[in-house]
């Protein structure tokens, strides 16, 4: 992936409409993408009707994963060759066709095909919009980046509610159903921008630090493709007696956990090894402890606009305090995030009272997610890692939740109180993850800030710079 440059606003005002256009390009497609991706509580419902059309569906639920994380590793690799356009292009016409056919499901057949072009469309649709940076001059990549980021942690508890209201295991679903218009509008406008960025957009030029990435980049691919494999292969064997498959299922998740995070060893940027840290610990567990609060409230009283209103306004917070913070951010907000959790793991029956403890946790979750979009830079190959580990965060943690949930609870949370039993083992395992990460990321801020003072006291001393930053950093190793 190429570096994204400050250049001066072009004069073309075709060129000039593409930039313009660019942000809430990535924002569309973001939120597509999550409305594309497995829906934690619509598929908990909806087990029984589901393994009603196909017994083997996490199988292929494995699968489907393992397409859209490989879609994402071809879309950023390739995006410096070939640009954004096709990628999301392609990502918003599978997501019609999957989420057309994702609420009137009646055959194994239908069901497969859902899964497949869901997850083609969701990787499609985040990796092409983050390759859309390396087109675009610094200062419009950041502000598109930024879109991106935004709906990261807002989208699932919204998406939560899209389907609370559902009786249970009426209706086999994965995704949830948006409006056709609505649906329709949106594809539009990815595309029409799409085919205009395909005809317009400057030459890119490939980013020269490549080399020095490879070895995190293939890590983390073939961990998450082997993730999802494992998925796949457990999914495809209901033979496997309970006694057996249920400590398999938390051993798989802790291995492919623990190799997550080794990982960071190595990446290569320190300011990069953070960003990867707090995006992996935020979207590995906060959407579906935030998705199983909201279907914990007391459905009859609904979840009415004020309520998603209140969500947006906490997301709009977060983002506002990640653009304009630094990595103090990001330890900061993991503290945050372990009181919210702990507020979260009441699951509250009654709508406002869940909102007062999952809007926290929203908002402070944003800010280190969009926080580490603003270190890890506009461009480059740290950027493209790191898009990487974001979706494959997303997509195995939606994967995993049940299974794990079921596995260490001995029921699936269908509704009720296995429904509330769900949403606080995954509020500790946020607690527990924040924790930690909380501690981790404060040792490294720190030092990459007494790295920048000390570089600042002898303007002398030659330091390489922050991944997408003005501010030089000593390149040593700081895990």
């Known amino acids: 992936m190429t ?29 597509l993408a999550a409305t594309c991706m497995l829906n934690v509580v619509a598929v908990a419902r909806s087990a029984a009707a589901l393994t009603g059309l196909d017994a083997h569906f996490v199988g292929w639920v494995g699968v489907g994963a393992l397409a859209g994380i490989v879609t994402a590793a071809v879309a950023l690799v390739l995006g410096d060759r070939v640009g954004s356009g096709p990628f999301l292009s392609l990502g918003a016409v599978a997501a019609v066709f999957g989420l057309s056919l994702g609420h009137q499901m009646s ?26 940076v390396s087109t675009l001059p610094a200062a419009w990549a950041r502000l598109t980046l930024t879109a991106w980021a935004s709906p990261l942690v807002v989208a699932w508890p919204l998406l939560a509610a899209a389907v609370t209201g559902r009786a249970a295991g009426s209706v086999p679903s994965l995704v949830a159903s948006p409006q056709t218009a609505l649906l329709a509008v949106v ?37 998450a493709c082997g993730a999802a494999l494992v998925t796949a292969v457990l999914g495809f ?7 057996w498959l249920r400590p398999i299922v938390v051993t798989a998740t802790a291995a492919v956990v623990t190799g997550w995070m080794l990982t960071a060893r190595l ?47 906490a997301a709009a917070g977060g983002v506002a305090i990640g653009y304009r ?14 009181v919210a959790g702990c507020g979260v793991w009441v699951m509250a029956t009654r709508p406002w009272v869940m909102v007062a403890s999952v809007g926290p946790l929203v908002m402070v979750a944003t800010a280190v997610v969009v926080s580490t979009i603003r270190i890890v830079g506009v461009g480059g190959s740290a950027s493209r890692l790191v898009g990487l580990a974001i979706v494959g965060s997303l997509v195995l943690g939606q994967v995993v939740a049940i299974p794990l949930d079921w596995a260490m609870l ?3 949370p269908s509704s009720g109180k296995e429904m509330i039993a769900s949403g606080r083992l995954d509020a500790g395992l946020t607690v527990a993850v924040a924790s930690l990460a909380a501690s981790w990321t404060w040792v490294v801020s720190r030092r990459l800030q007494r790295a920048n003072a000390r570089v600042r006291r002898w303007p002398g001393m030659a330091a390489p710079q922050v991944v997408g930053s003005d501010q030089p950093v000593v390149g040593t190793d700081l895990s």
Do not use: K, N
Request: charged share 10%; hydrophobic share 60%; with cysteine.
């Open 107 to 132: 055959g194994s057949s239908e069901l497969t095909a859902v899964i497949l072009v869901c997850g083609l469309s969701v990787g499609a649709l985040l990796a092409g919009a983050v390759a859309v």
């Open 3 to 31: 570096q994204a440059q400050d250049v001066p606003a072009p004069a073309d005002p075709v060129e000039t409409t593409r930039r313009w256009l660019a942000p809430p390009v990535a924002l569309l497609a973001s939120v």
């Open 267 to 313: 990446v290569p940027e320190p300011s990069a090894r953070l960003a990867y840290i707090a995006v992996s610990a935020v979207l590995w567990v906060v959407p579906a402890t935030a998705m199983f609060a909201v279907s914990a409230a007391d459905a009859a009283r609904g979840v009415t606009a004020t309520i998603i209103v209140l969500f947006l306004a």
């Open 410 to 412: 001995g029921d699936l």
């Open 325 to 338: 913070g630094g990595t103090a951010v990001i330890p900061v907000g993991f503290a945050l995030m372990v």
């Open 237 to 243: 064997s209901p033979q496997l007696p309970l006694v």
């Open 187 to 223: 594809a539009v406008a990815i595309v029409s921008w799409s085919l205009l960025t395909m005809l317009v957009e400057p030459v890119p030029h490939p980013d020269p630090t490549w080399a020095s990435w490879r070895a995190s980049w293939w890590t983390l691919l073939l961990l």
